[in-house]
């Protein structure tokens, strides 16, 4: 598959552009996932070139002048009440909405990494309803968990943070509308020493990969929330489409395959995990989806029979 490529290059995620159009043949798109682009003038320009070279950018929406030193987790109840500090919903949606806009400017393809606010859901429905293209993502962590789930554990610490109850409940009305076009994992792997320190000290970040489809299926599909199909939906066809991935299903198509066992009964624990990081805030849950098989390409990559 291929890579993203950088947005910018430099210290501070802004100034300098990578050269777009000479990549854009060779990349899915760009993306300076982990920070956002400060200046609206470089994103401005960035979405231009991207727009010339009929690419995409997917971005990791973030203003880190709003974020006070230390910002650990949502700015709410929680974080008052543990003196911890906060990272409040307007350094996401902020940069949404300069976005959308310089989206709709330029006419670039515009995609919102990991959304997790309720006005960012709002932001973007009414995007889309004005016609822009903008599409965007959430992880099952930010539609299943919320800031009252929080323990002082490293492993309930991520950017963005869980949110607040009412943002929770926007998320799940935002993929069930299509307002949000997918379900991403944002598959963070840590060492346990940097996920040992805390909420206020450990690295930011857990891992999705392995829990995202079991916990779906089981507390979104079994429970009569949402279809099977529209999980699929989320999941694999929509990014597929969106990011023009080959991979398929039908004769002829390069295998993406996985294959879940949907009668299993598995409780998560991160010591079955493959992955070598461990942190997850669902350890203990129950899940009913179990993954037996994976075939990428001519290759069985995992198989559990
Ligand atoms: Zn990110």
């Not at 859901?121 to 995007?127: E, G």
């Not at 943002?167 to 949000?180: N, Q, S, Y």
């Not at 009964?265 to 350890?283: H, R, V």
């Amino acid at each position: 598959m291929l890579p993203y490529a950088a947005i910018t290059i430099g210290q501070k995620g802004e100034g300098e552009l990578v050269d777009i159009q000479g990549l854009a043949h060779r990349v899915i798109g760009f993306s300076d996932d982990g920070r956002g682009v400060k200046e609206a003038d470089t994103m401005r320009e960035a979405m231009a070139r991207c727009a010339a070279a009929d690419s995409i950018i997917a971005a990791h929406c973030e203003d880190m002048s709003l974020i006070p030193p230390g910002g650990a987790i949502h700015d709410g109840e929680f974080a008052r009440a543990h003196g911890i500090p906060g990272i409040p919903s307007e350094s996401e949606w902020a940069p949404i909405a300069r976005d959308v806009e310089l989206a709709k400017e330029t006419g670039c393809r515009y995609h919102v990494c990991h959304v997790s606010t309720k006005e960012s859901v709002a932001i973007i429905r009414q995007a889309k309803a004005q016609g822009i293209d903008v599409t965007c993502e959430t992880g099952p962590h930010y539609l299943l968990l919320c800031q009252d789930d929080l323990q002082d554990l490293g492993r309930f610490k991520m950017n963005p943070p869980l949110r607040d109850r009412e943002d929770m409940a926007a998320l799940v009305e935002g993929i069930l509308d299509g307002t949000i076009d997918m379900i991403a994992t944002d598959h963070a792997p840590h060492s346990a020493e940097e996920k040992g320190r805390g909420l206020a000290k450990s690295a930011m970040g857990v891992v999705g990969i392995e829990t995202a489809f079991p916990l779906m299926y089981t507390y979104f599909v079994e429970t009569g929330r949402m279809s099977l199909e529209m999980l699929i939906d989320r999941m694999v066809y929509a990014p597929r489409k969106r990011f023009r991935l080959d991979g398929g299903i039908n004769i002829g198509d390069r295998a993406e395959i996985t294959v879940f066992d949907l009668n299993a009964d598995k409780t998560i624990d991160p010591a079955d995990f493959l992955s070598k990081g461990k942190a997850t805030p669902f350890e203990g849950w129950k899940v009913h989806a179990e993954c037996k098989l994976t075939i990428c390409g001519e290759k069985v990559a995992y198989e559990n029979m």
